[in-house]
T-cell receptor
Framework: SQQGEEDPQALSIQEGENATMNCSYK?????LQWYRQNSGRGLVHLIL?????REKHSGRLRVTLDTSKKSSSLLITASRAADTASYFC?????????FGAGTRLTVKP | GAVVSQHPSRVICKSGTSVKIECRSL??????MFWYRQFPKQSLMLMAT?????????EQGVEKDKFLINHASLTLSTLTVTSAHPEDSSFYIC?????????????FGNGTRLTVT
């Protein structure tokens, strides 16, 4: 079963704009991870943030985690058309990994 | 980076036949592999978790006799869809985690598009 809820379900922006996606979850976690999926392909790991971390950066990606609110956000800055994909958050606890419903991001050139 | 190879990428089979999907970790040892099913424009639904050398743990509602999972080595897990029916048509994805445990990312195969006619 799925763990988290993501919003928005779909997001459409212009190239150069920032994209923010949110993820909420319900249970305890060891870490939270964000993945990207191009249509009809597997998922690619983007970034992992541990439960004792609050913010993490990787290139144009910025992830925050608020364990008190059980929520995380993924910010993609200066978006590009190639960022068009579905983005999923996933919560990890012990040997279990659960994915959110995903956000479909469209970046228009 | 860590690579997971999933084969075949596409398969079409007739109703009643069985289909085997392979998931291999090419450059790392995968103590745990996960099998997911994904419907169009939806998230990944975890089907089962398999640990090398032990029986897979199936999620509620997943028939273990229909979806046979074998994780015989640290680099290979297989999912066999037995007596496939049209409703089994879906996108199946495997992922693997290395020996470093929960705080390591999952590495995904590119998925298998199964169509049962």
């Amino acid at each position: 079963s799925q763990q988290g809820e993501e919003d928005p379900q779909a997001l459409s922006i212009q190239e150069g704009e920032n994209a923010t996606m949110n993820c909420s979850y319900k249970t305890s976690i060891n870490n939270l991870q964000w993945y990207r999926q191009n249509s009809g392909r597997g998922l690619v790991h983007l970034i992992l943030i541990r439960s004792n971390e609050r913010e993490k950066h990787s290139g144009r990606l910025r992830v925050t985690l608020d364990t008190s609110k059980k929520s995380s956000s993924l910010l993609i800055t200066a978006s590009r058309a190639a960022d068009t994909a579905s983005y999923f958050c996933a919560t990890a606890f012990n040997n279990d990994m659960r994915f959110g419903a995903g956000t479909r991001l469209t970046v228009k050139p | 980076g860590a690579v997971v190879s999933q084969h075949p990428s596409r398969v079409i089979c007739k109703s009643g036949t069985s289909v085997k999907i392979e998931c291999r970790s090419l450059d790392f040892q995968a103590t745990t592999m996960f099998w997911y099913r994904q419907f169009p424009k939806q998230s990944l639904m975890l089907m089962a978790t398999s640990n090398e050398g032990s029986k897979a743990t199936y999620e509620q509602g997943v028939e273990k006799d229909k979806f046979l999972i074998n994780h015989a080595s640290l680099t290979l897990s297989t999912l066999t869809v037995t007596s496939a029916h049209p409703e089994d048509s879906s996108f199946y994805i495997c992922s693997a985690r290395g020996t470093t445990g929960t705080n390591s990312p999952l590495h995904f195969g590119n998925g298998t598009r199964l169509t049962v006619t």
